[in-house]
């Protein structure tokens, strides 16, 4: 089992910068990725980003050169770097941790991100 917990959501005006934390705890040695999702009002969850447990990123075209997804020495924290938001940005961001097969551990409870024009 595993439990995430998220932190760092808020208001923003656009161009500004916000970071997610995001805490994993229980079988965290099991965990082969964790990412970041958002939903915004009306539209289906999206992918944001993801870090595999030897480092390899991936980003939505959406995000690329404005986010960046980060995580602690001991792998149990990854952090999701915002910057030069743009109000398409404001949506519920969640994230995930992913066993070797895709099983999908859990997810956050996730955080409110909004970027005002």
């Known amino acids: 089992q595993v439990q995430l917990v998220e932190s760092g959501g808020g208001l923003v005006q656009t161009g500004g910068s916000l970071r997610l934390s995001c805490a994993a705890s229980g079988s965290i040695a099991s965990i082969y990725s964790m990412g970041w999702y958002r939903q915004a009002p009306g539209k289906q969850r999206e992918l944001v980003t993801t870090?595999?447990?030897?480092?390899?990123?991936n980003y939505a075209d959406s995000v690329k050169g404005r986010f960046t997804i980060s995580r602690d020495n001991a792998k149990t924290t990854v952090y999701l770097q915002m910057n030069s938001l743009k109000p398409e940005d404001t949506a519920v961001y969640y994230c995930n941790a992913v066993r070797d097969d895709n099983y999908v551990y859990a997810w956050g409870q996730g955080t409110q991100v909004t970027v005002s024009s």
């Open positions: 870090i595999t447990r030897g480092g390899s990123t």
